[in-house]
């Protein structure tokens, strides 16, 4: 059986990322042609976005996805993009049994769709749609701790085959991307964010897991970039599956209208040779 890759968190980022990738789009398309080269094509995504969420963890079982445009206002060609990806109904079982175990509530519906969240960077990273996918929605208001000890509960299916991918973002604060009309992609980072970035990049490499859980307190500038953290909390599950102890890496950096951080991190034992596979490509 082939085996999946670290787990990872994805910053997705504007929806506009689907159609204006930049830097991050070129990351994303490097990605999957590593992941494969290193661990074989996983056989199911279990993903955990920042736009599907519930009172308690909902797994998402349709047989056959729909792409949820799940914005506005945005130009027409982004409604016009497809990423109907079969589903996973075969896998939420095991995910389930792992949860339960784990002393965790966990539903499951039929329900199909995959929000923006999703499919935006999944389009790049396998542009054909032909992995299958199960969302897991999740409580906004479980805390870092709670939903690191979720993602641990989901670490087994890493050698099953299966990438457990949070997709959100490691900065989130649209007031300011809006405050004075939408900014150039390329505008200059503000200081505030970089600041964070850099914080979180160095607590993440040295595993240093309760400051992270408490980053509202300890970061700087937390709460100027998550005025909300349902955006930055899929990180901390994906960060979980790769063990208690493991780092995050960040496999990649980047950034949009100067404060909205597209960066991605791996986590587990795995991180590493992912890296390195992502910079051979």
């Not at 996983?42 to 963890?57: F, K, W």
């Not at 897991?136 to 085959?161: N, T, V």
């Not at 408490?214 to 909390?233: C, G, I, K, S």
């Amino acid at each position: 059986m082939n085996k999946s890759t670290a787990p990872l968190f994805l910053s997705h980022g504007s929806p506009m990322t689907a159609i204006e990738p930049g830097a991050a789009g070129a990351f994303w398309q490097r990605l999957g042609p590593a992941i494969e080269a290193g661990g074989g094509r996983p056989r199911a995504i279990l993903v955990v976005s920042a736009h599907s969420l519930a009172r308690e963890p909902l797994l998402m079982a349709a047989a056959q996805h729909t792409t949820v445009h799940d914005f506005s206002g945005f130009p027409e060609p982004l409604y016009r993009l497809r990423y109907d990806a079969p589903g996973a109904p075969e896998l939420a079982p095991r995910v389930a049994a792992l949860l339960q175990a784990a002393g965790l509530p966990v539903h499951s519906n039929l329900e199909p769709g995959l929000d923006h969240g999703i499919w935006a960077p999944l389009r790049f990273v396998w542009p054909d749609a032909d992995i299958p996918v199960l969302p897991l929605a999740f409580p906004p208001d479980w805390s870092p701790a709670k939903l690191f000890a979720l993602g641990q509960a989901l670490a087994p299916l890493a050698d099953e085959g299966v990438l457990v991918l949070g997709s959100g973002s490691l900065t989130h604060n649209l007031r300011l991307v809006f405050a004075a009309g939408r900014p150039p992609l390329d505008a200059p980072e503000i200081p505030e964010c970089a600041a964070f970035r850099r914080w979180f990049a160095e607590r993440a490499a040295a595993a240093d897991w309760p400051a992270l859980f408490d980053y509202r307190a300890q970061a700087p500038y937390a709460v100027l970039m998550h005025p909300t953290d349902e955006h930055l909390l899929p990180f901390f599950v994906a960060a979980g599956a790769g063990g208690a102890t493991a780092a995050g890496r960040a496999v990649h950096q980047s950034l949009t209208y100067g404060c909205l951080a597209m960066d991605a991190y791996a986590f587990g034992e795995r991180a590493g040779a992912l890296a390195e596979a992502v910079a051979r490509v």
